[in-house]
T-cell receptor, first 113, second 115 residues
Framework: GAGVSQSPRYKVAKRGQDVALRCDPI?????LFWYQQALGQGPEFLTY????????KSGLPSDRFFAERPEGSVSTLKIQRTQQEDSAVYLC???????????FGSGTRLTVV | GNSVTQMEGPVTLSEEAFLTINCTYTATGYPSLFWYVQYPGEGLQLLLKATKADDKGSNKGFEATYRKETTSFHLEKGSVQVSDSAVYFCALSPGGGGSNYKLTFGKGTLLTVNP
């Protein structure tokens, strides 16, 4: 597609509920990233894929967070047993190669109530 | 670890005013530096970048110079427009190999330009 597409755009979850956030990167982009942006803060790195391989998951806040990219294109970020502190905008980005600047999606705003 | 500190907003200017948003960084080695812009309701967009000391990145009338001696990458524009109203983020990625894909962002600066 023309850009990075994320869905849903907004998600309200009750505390304890599981959620799944989807990212469709630009076709052909090898690298895919997830970032978490809390209100009033800059984005913070969560995880990085090169094709289907998850090369870095050092930014995932806890073992409730899980990301996958099974066929090297679409990626899903799953959060189990959501908690209020998980409320944030989750951004996905993709690129042809690392280091040059990435194309970000519009994000999914998750609110846990 | 790596960090980015940028001028806190909000910044409010009149159209055609001069803009400076300060950004300083802490990093080992030779990071690449970026400015991203986020318009209301949209994703982050790369505005400009510089990959080595003394490089000047420029785009859409904005510019920033990579100053290693002062570890700074200040964003400037000579004459802002209403359409420049957005949140601006300074960011870095580590130099060399290793985790050079990982962006570290500042907290963002909200710019509002009034007609």
């Amino acid at each position: 597609g023309a850009g990075v597409s994320q869905s849903p755009r907004y998600k309200v979850a009750k505390r304890g509920q599981d959620v799944a956030l989807r990212c469709d990167p630009i076709s052909g982009h090898v690298s895919l990233f997830w970032y978490q942006q809390a209100l009033g803060q800059g984005p913070e790195f969560l995880t990085y894929f090169q094709n289907e391989a998850q090369l870095d998951k050092s930014g995932l806040p806890s073992d409730r967070f899980f990301a996958e990219r099974p066929e090297g294109s679409v990626s899903t970020l799953k959060i189990q047993r959501t908690q209020q502190e998980d409320s944030a905008v989750y951004l996905c980005a993709s690129s042809l190669a690392v280091g040059g600047g990435y194309t970000f999606g519009s994000g999914t705003r998750l609110t846990v109530v | 670890g790596n960090s980015v500190t940028q001028m806190e907003g909000p910044v409010t200017l009149s159209e055609e005013a001069f803009l400076t948003i300060n950004c300083t960084y802490t990093a080992t080695g030779y990071p690449s530096l970026f400015w991203y812009v986020q318009y209301p309701g949209e994703g982050l967009q790369l505005l400009l970048k510089a990959t080595k000391a003394d490089d000047k990145g420029s785009n859409k009338g904005f510019e920033a110079t990579y100053r290693k001696e002062t570890t700074s990458f200040h964003l400037e524009k000579g004459s802002v427009q209403v359409s420049d109203s957005a949140v601006y983020f300074c960011a870095l990625s580590p130099g060399g190999g290793g985790s050079n894909y990982k962006l570290t962002f500042g907290k963002g600066t909200l710019l509002t330009v009034n007609p």
